[in-house]
């Protein structure tokens, strides 16, 4: 190392500063001022958006039975919505590096609300159903995706796990409401492409939350990288 620095014309280091211990924020931080809209309004997208992604992924097979196929050919639907949530996922992975992340996300929301509902309106083969469940799987996974890479750019290095952690942890709790909502909507009777529209809207909400954020509340996010 020394001869590195040498090099670099810097004086030799005659040993290494103390490391300093990690150390997790209180929860109190990621509810300061500075960060409490960003704290809440990506917890909240969070929430929204995963109570229509595990809607997709849970009541998938089930839907596809009542419709008149088998059981096996809803586990073949479910396959293709997997397919295509990995596509979605890495696409918008790629498509960081040249598109501002906040656009691709809501854009990926927006999307997938739509994907939902269309998903509700019944199709004439299997093989039309299983694409729009594919397309359906990739704009919902591709906007989880995106969210990921928001709650890391959201919150300040001191902050991040802690905001990121309380984020996921609570935006978790989607999936059970997905699944209790509609059980619910089932029971009471209402057709599917009216469960649909209103489970399509938690990605519907998630993207109007993420576009109340300010540009200055999300730093580098409105902007792709060099």
Do not use: E
């Not at 670099?8 to 103390?18: D, E, I, T």
């Not at 696409?91 to 939902?116: D, F, N, P």
């Not at 469960?195 to 938690?202: K, Q, T, V």
């Not at 993420?210 to 792709?224: F, I, K, M, T, W």
């Amino acid at each position: 190392m020394n001869r590195s620095l040498a090099r670099l014309g810097q004086a030799p280091v005659a040993q290494l500063p103390p490391a300093v211990p990690a150390s997790r924020a209180p929860m109190a931080a990621i509810f300061a001022p500075g960060l409490r809209a960003t704290t809440l309004l990506v917890t909240l997208a969070y929430f929204l958006h995963i109570t229509t992604y595990y809607f997709v992924l849970k009541w998938v097979p089930k839907l596809v039975v009542d419709m008149g196929y088998t059981a096996a050919a809803g586990a073949g639907v479910l396959v293709w919505a997997n397919v295509g949530s990995v596509c979605g996922g890495s696409l918008v992975g790629l498509l960081s590096r040249r598109v501002s992340i906040k656009t691709l996300t809501i854009g990926s929301m927006l999307a997938a609300a739509l994907m939902v509902t269309l998903f509700g309106q019944g199709w004439g083969s299997l093989a039309q159903l299983s694409l729009v469940c594919a397309f359906t799987g990739f704009c919902a996974h591709g906007g989880v995706v995106g969210l990921f890479a928001l709650l890391a750019r959201g919150f300040p290095t001191a902050t991040r796990a802690t905001g990121t952690g309380f984020a996921i942890g609570v935006g978790r709790g989607g999936a059970v409401v997905a699944l209790i909502v509609s059980g619910f909507l089932m029971r009471a009777g209402l057709g599917l492409p009216l469960i649909a529209l209103l489970m399509g809207s938690g990605s519907l909400l998630a993207a109007l939350a993420l576009a109340l954020l300010r540009s200055q509340r999300l730093r580098g996010v409105d902007s792709p990288p060099d």
